[in-house]
């Protein structure tokens, strides 16, 4: 059974650093894509960013270039997000999702529940 | 960048009610289109992928239709459990993704 399950969450200060992890279990971590998606109190979702299997290539919405570093650890099927100047805004559940490939398209087939930061002074 | 709509923003429908959702691309992305439900305060959910194919595991009830810039997800008779917000998603721009701003359905 595909589990995702995030860590990390938190109360932070404006202009703090948190640090995300998501443990991967039940499938091949390392043959998939991998993406963080934010959905803030209230509002809907946004997807922040995805790595590539092997870490070479990562990509980022705009909102959060700069200021987030999405990373992972094949050998302890883990994905990471560092948040650095963490604004309000920014304030939202993260989940991790996986990234499944089908017919030149993708799509995130499996979700963890979610963790929950919280930007405030 | 793509930008993706959906209509309505929410609606009331009753069990059994034939339900349908549209969204829309700001640009042609073929067929590279997925539709999630979500209930409140869980994870989304996967329903359908390349616009019209069904995810393992999800009722049959639920279908997708569309390509280019117009996409559709039909609900063929509304269940219990079927009240939730309804998302779309571009991957024509993957590995980059957008999603819409959802539709809420809930009970007439």
């Known amino acids: 059974e595909v589990q995702l399950v995030e860590s990390g969450g938190g109360l932070v200060q404006p202009g703090g650093s948190l640090r995300l992890s998501c443990a991967a279990s039940g499938f091949t971590f390392s043959s998939y894509w991998m993406s963080w998606v934010r959905q803030a109190p209230g509002k809907g979702l946004e997807w922040v960013a995805n790595i590539k299997q092997d870490g070479s290539e990562k990509y980022y919405v705009d909102s959060v270039k700069g200021r987030f570093t999405i990373s992972r650890d094949n050998a302890k099927n883990s994905l990471y997000l560092q948040m650095n100047s963490l604004r309000a805004e920014d304030t939202a559940v993260y989940y991790c999702a996986r990234d499944e490939v089908i017919r030149g398209g993708s799509s995130n087939d499996y979700w963890g529940q979610g963790t929950l930061v919280t930007v405030s002074s | 960048d793509i930008q993706m709509t959906q209509s309505p923003s929410s609606l009331s429908a009753s069990v059994g009610d034939r339900v349908t959702i549209t969204c829309r691309a700001s640009q042609s992305i073929s067929s590279y289109l997925n539709w999630y439900q979500q209930k409140p305060g869980k994870a989304p959910k996967l329903l359908i992928y390349a616009a019209s194919s069904l995810q393992s595991g999800v009722p049959s009830r639920f279908s997708g239709s569309g390509s280019g810039t117009d996409f559709t997800l039909t609900i063929s008779s509304l269940q219990p459990e079927d009240f939730a917000t309804y998302y779309c998603?571009?991957?024509?721009?993957?590995?980059?993704?957008?999603f819409g701003p959802g539709t809420k359905v809930d009970i007439k």
């Open positions: 998603q571009q991957s024509y721009s993957t590995p980059i993704f957008t």
